[in-house]
Antibody, heavy 118, light 110 residues
Framework: QVQLVESGGGVVQPGTSLRLSCAASGFAFSSYGMHWVRQAPGRGLEWVAVIWHDVNAKYYADSVKGRFTISRDNSKNTVYLQMNSLRAEDTAVYYC???????????WGQGTLVTVSS | QSALTQPASVSGSPGQSITISCTGTSSDIGGYNYVSWFQQHPGKAPKLIIYEVNNRPSGVPDRFSGSKSGNTASLTISGLQAEDESDYYCSSFTSSSTWVFGGGTKLTVL
């Protein structure tokens, strides 16, 4: 069965970096786009980034552009989110989600919590 | 990348129907049929309930339906049940090849 498992969250200070991982299993990972979506405590969902199966195709929300980098390793069935220059407002649960086609995010991970605080 | 506009809350009694609207622009909802709806219970990951405006994944009851007119998409839940009480989010593809979510709607079943 399809499974997405995020890891790498934690408590970090403002201005530092963190890398999140999302390990996928149960499907042909290299054939699908993958998204990162976050949710600040008590707030709504916010789309963060997408990487298509063509690894050169990556897109970001304006709020993270220039600070976050999405990447994937198809040999490891894993998608990453490198987060630099972290701010308090980046505090959120970060979810990865598979894109079956055209934004059909049919599978989601359980999320990993990132807390940016001094 | 402004968030799509959803009502903060809606409510209905069991058996009734409710509709949640999701308003965007011609650069997102109005320009593409790539609108999805998600249900999220507290502390859980979102669950896809509608994709490409009006398609239901397998396993989602046919009480859930989606539609779109111009720059506004809608989610209708008919025959409301207690377990439908949840948060609902719309999302859309945009002309920048990015995605945008709505602010979310809390559905209360009275």
């Amino acid at each position: 069965q399809v499974q997405l498992v995020e890891s790498g969250g934690g408590v970090v200070q403002p201005g530092t970096s963190l890398r999140l991982s999302c390990a996928a299993s149960g499907f042909a990972f290299s054939s699908y786009g993958m998204h990162w979506v976050r949710q600040a405590p008590g707030r709504g969902l916010e789309w963060v980034a997408v990487i298509w199966h063509d690894v050169n195709a990556k897109y970001y929300a304006d709020s993270v552009k220039g600070r976050f980098t999405i990447s994937r390793d198809n040999s490891k069935n894993t998608v990453y989110l490198q987060m630099n220059s972290l701010r308090a407002e980046d505090t959120a649960v970060y979810y990865c989600a598979r894109d079956y086609r055209n934004g059909r995010n049919d599978y989601w991970g359980q999320g990993t919590l990132v807390t940016v605080s001094s | 990348q402004s968030a799509l506009t959803q009502p903060a809350s809606v409510s209905g009694s069991p058996g009734q129907s409710i509709t949640i609207s999701c308003t965007g622009t011609s650069s997102d909802i109005g320009g593409y049929n790539y609108v999805s709806w998600f249900q999220q219970h507290p502390g859980k990951a979102p669950k896809l309930i509608i994709y490409e405006v009006n398609n239901r994944p397998s396993g989602v009851p046919d009480r859930f339906s989606g539609s779109k007119s111009g720059n506004t998409a809608s989610l209708t839940i008919s025959g409301l049940q207690a377990e439908d009480e949840s948060d609902y989010y719309c999302s859309s593809f945009t002309s920048s090849s990015t995605w945008v979510f709505g602010g979310g709607t809390k559905l209360t079943v009275l």
